[in-house]
């Protein structure tokens, strides 16, 4: 089952992974109503799980004009019928360092592994291009897991201090919630500090 990013970001919250504040629009003048109620640059993403209209799903607006024309467009995106359903509107981050986090399973030790990478991205992708940025941690699918992975996990990146706490929190807050939902794949492609 895949998810729409609105959808997965409802179970994030539910879980209290922390998230930038976003919300669904369903028109373009929602859009903008909360793009102003947010009160700054905000990126505007429509919900399509079909790949031809995921490509060009994204558009980043200044001010509240903006997210209704962004907001317009992206409403337009057609694949074969599909169009999306809403546009996701949320606060544009502010952190400069970037990571990605992918949850799966690995087929050669039949373990959960946790892989991370101190720039954003798919983890997959960036395995091909940058192999010694990533960082992996088996972990158990039978026992709790343990907020000392997270920890050794984020401690590969070089983070330290609130940062590191702050990244162990969600990195132990995603793999609860990789185990809970019985998931198969887990993947956050731009995690910012």
Same mark, same amino acid.
């Given at each position: 089952?895949?998810?729409? /990013?609105? /959808?997965?970001? !409802?179970?994030?919250?539910?879980? &209290?992974?922390?998230?930038? !504040? ?9 859009? !903008? ?13 429509? !919900?399509? *799980? ?23 467009? $992206? ?6 019928? &599909?169009?999306? +359903? ?11 360092? %970037? @990571?990605?986090?992918? #949850? ?6 039949? &373990?959960?592994? =946790? ?17 010694? &940025? *990533? %960082? ?6 039978? @026992?709790? #897991?343990?907020?000392? *992975? ?8 070089? $983070?330290?201090? +609130? ?14 919630? #990789? ?8 993947? =956050?492609?731009? $995690?910012?500090?």
């Amino acid at each position: 089952m895949r998810f729409y /990013e609105f /959808e997965a970001k !409802q179970l994030l919250k539910k879980h &209290r992974i922390p998230l930038v !504040q976003s919300e669904l629009a369903q028109t373009a003048d929602e859009a !903008q109503k909360l793009a102003a109620d947010i009160g700054g640059p905000v990126i505007l993403k429509a !919900q399509a *799980i079909a790949p031809g209209v995921a490509a060009a799903s994204m558009r980043e607006a200044s001010d509240p004009a903006g997210a209704k024309a962004a907001a317009a467009e $992206l409403l337009g995106l057609d694949d074969g019928g &599909r169009k999306p +359903n809403g546009i996701l509107v949320e606060a544009r981050p502010t952190g400069e360092a %970037v @990571y990605s986090l992918s #949850f799966t399973y690995d087929g050669t030790t039949k &373990r959960p592994v =946790v892989a991370a990478a101190d720039m954003a991205g798919k983890i997959d992708d960036l395995g091909d291009t940058h192999p010694e &940025r *990533i %960082v992996r941690r088996h972990f158990s699918s039978l @026992y709790p #897991f343990s907020d000392y *992975i997270a920890k050794e996990l984020a401690k590969s990146l070089a $983070l330290e201090g +609130n940062d590191l706490k702050r990244m162990t929190r969600i990195v132990s807050g995603l793999a609860r919630l #990789f185990l809970d939902y019985d998931l198969a794949d887990l993947d =956050v492609t731009s $995690l910012v500090k």
